[in-house]
């Protein structure tokens, strides 16, 4: 497709659950960044993967949450052990080339996980 | 730390007025500015972007901002409004030095109302 695409756009789960959320970024962008969007609140940083390296996992709130590109292009996103305070619309983004500010993010849909 | 402040989380206003956004930002070094639209059910999209020069920035639809660093400013004007509009609005910050990553420090969101 000619956009980045997230699935599903859509997760309910029960707390304690394992959820794993997927990005499929623009084809050969090799920046690729997850954000976390509360209700309310606008986008807050998780991590970032150039190619397939995981270059910053700062602002993942805690070891519950992992993220994955191993061949360099789609991205996964997990959640152990599901929180109702895990609850919010996760977005990717990707951009171009190396992780740099003149490159221009372009978002996904983004998924709305709703834990209960 | 770096912070974006959207003064408004909510701006109704009638077809064809002029609109202001505004967004205000704290930073000890210097930053690159954005502006990004969010129609419902869709993902983020680039209205605009300042990186350097002239420190009024034309945007997408009709769309400008202007960059005070005085002020620390990035107020978003449109001097016409649509009802295809409405949107949520969201102010963003990124560093501007040689080792910066280029993850988006996002403000709160300014809901944009258009009535007829």
């Known amino acids: 497709g000619a956009g980045v695409s997230q699935s599903p756009r859509y997760k309910v789960t029960k707390r304690g659950q394992d959820v794993a959320l997927r990005c499929d970024p623009i084809?050969?962008?090799?920046?690729l960044y997850w954000y976390r969007q509360a209700l309310g609140q606008g986008p807050e940083f998780l991590t970032y993967f150039n190619y397939e390296a995981q270059q910053d996992k700062s602002g993942l709130p805690n070891d519950r949450f992992s993220a994955e590109r191993p061949e360099g292009s789609i991205s996964t996103l997990t959640i152990q052990r599901t929180e109702q305070r895990d609850s919010a619309m996760y977005r990717c983004?990707?951009?171009?080339?190396?992780?740099?500010?003149?490159?221009?993010?372009?978002f996904g849909p983004g998924t709305r996980l709703l834990v209960l | 730390a770096q912070s974006v402040t959207q003064l408004d989380s909510q701006v109704p206003v009638f077809e064809e007025a002029p609109v202001e956004l505004r967004c205000n930002y704290s930073?000890?070094?210097?930053?690159?500015l954005f502006w990004y639209v969010q129609y419902p059910n869709q993902g983020l999209q680039l209205l605009l972007k300042?990186?350097?020069?002239?420190?009024l920035v034309k945007g997408i639809n009709g769309f400008e901002a202007e960059f005070n660093k005085s002020q620390t400013s990035f107020h978003l004007r449109k001097p016409s409004v649509h009802i295809s509009d409405t949107a949520e609005y969201f102010c963003?910050?990124?560093?501007?030095?040689?080792?910066?990553?280029?993850?988006?420090?996002f403000g709160k969101g300014t809901k944009l109302s258009v009535k007829p």
């Open positions: 300042y990186l350097s020069g002239s420190t």
């Open positions: 930073s000890s070094v210097s930053v690159y």
């Open positions: 983004a990707s951009s171009g080339r190396l992780a740099g500010v003149l490159e221009t993010q372009y």
């Open positions: 963003a910050v990124t560093l501007n030095y040689g080792g910066s990553q280029g993850n988006l420090i």
């Open positions: 084809s050969g962008h090799v920046s």
